[in-house]
T-cell receptor, first 109, second 118 residues
Framework: GENVEQHPSTLSVQEGDSAVIKCTYS??????FPWYKQELGKGPQLIID?????GEKKDQRIAVTLNKTAKHFSLHITETQPEDSAVYFC????????FGKGTRLHILP | NAGVTQTPKFRILKIGQSMTLQCTQD?????MYWYRQDPGMGLKLIYY???????DKGEVPNGYNVSRSTTEDFPLRLELAAPSQTSVYFC?????????????????FGSGTQLSVL
C-alpha cells in the first residue's frame, strides 16, 4: 500500500523567512497530492493541492512542486507570518488518501 | 450547507463498551473516510468507502467496523473498546478524482470526536 514520508517533523523559521516541507510517496498510482494545515483543536484544512500531470502550482505565498519520477513533492511558504504557525500534513491519493506524519511549523518573532 | 457532521464531539467509554460514531455529509460526495489522530501524531486511515454498499480497510482497521448503506452516512462502530482506541476521530468526504468533471478532489473534514477509553 501507499506510504508517505514527511520531513522535518518540526521546523522553526524567523518571521519573513521561507519554510520548506518535503514528502515522498511510494505508490506510483497516486495522482493527487494535497497539503493540509491543522490548527489546535480543529480538523485539517486544505491549503493547496497538485495533480500528477502538473509540476508546480502557486497560490500567493504558498507553492507546491511535484517530481513524479522521484516520487516526491514539497510545500514552500514564503514571507512567513505568525499565523502560519500550525501543523502541516502532506498526503497522497489514489482511492485512499494517506497522510504523512505532519510537520509542526513555528514562526519565530 | 452543513458539510461533514460528526457526533458526538466528546465521549468517555469504559473498557469493553461499544459505541457508534456518526458521520453524515450533505455534499453528495461518493467517497468517505474515517481517520484517527493520536496526540501529536498524524492521521491514520481506519476505513474508507468509494460509494454506498462498498467499504474497504485502511491502515489501522482492527477493532473497528463500518457500513455505508446510503451516500450520506458512514458510521464507525467500536466493539469492545480498549485504551489503545483513545484518540481523536475524524470523518471526511470527497468526490472521486475527476468526477464529476472538474470537481475538486479535496477532502472535507468533520470537526472530530474526542474519545477516551478508561
Amino acid at each position: 500500500g501507499e506510504n508517505v514520508e514527511q520531513h522535518p517533523s518540526t521546523l522553526s523559521v524567523q518571521e519573513g523567512d521561507s519554510a520548506v516541507i518535503k514528502c515522498t510517496y511510494s505508490d506510483s498510482a497516486s495522482n493527487y497530492f494535497p497539503w493540509y494545515k491543522q490548527e489546535l483543536g480543529k480538523g485539517p484544512q486544505l491549503i493547496i493541492d497538485i495533480r500528477s500531470n502538473v509540476g508546480e502550482k502557486k497560490d500567493q505565498r504558498i507553492a507546491v512542486t511535484l517530481n513524479k519520477t522521484a516520487k516526491h513533492f514539497s510545500l514552500h511558504i514564503t514571507e512567513t507570518q505568525p499565523e502560519d504557525s500550525a501543523v502541516y500534513f502532506c498526503a497522497a491519493r489514489d482511492d485512499k488518501i494517506i497522510f504523512g506524519k505532519g510537520t509542526r511549523l513555528h514562526i519565530l518573532p | 450547507n452543513a458539510g461533514v457532521t460528526q457526533t458526538p464531539k466528546f465521549r468517555i467509554l469504559k473498557i469493553g463498551q461499544s459505541m457508534t460514531l456518526q458521520c453524515t455529509q450533505d455534499m453528495n460526495h461518493n467517497y468517505m473516510y474515517w481517520y484517527r489522530q493520536d496526540p501529536g501524531m498524524g492521521l491514520k486511515l481506519i476505513y474508507y468507502s468509494v460509494g454506498a454498499g462498498i467499504t474497504d480497510k485502511g491502515e489501522v482497521p482492527n477493532g473497528y467496523n463500518v457500513s455505508r448503506s446510503t451516500t450520506e452516512d458512514f458510521p464507525l462502530r467500536l466493539e469492545l473498546a480498549a485504551p489503545s482506541q483513545t484518540s481523536v476521530y475524524f470523518c471526511a468526504s470527497s468526490y472521486s478524482i475527476g468526477r464529476p468533471h472538474g470537481a475538486k478532489a479535496e477532502l472535507f473534514f468533520g470537526s472530530g470526536t474526542q474519545l477516551s477509553v478508561l
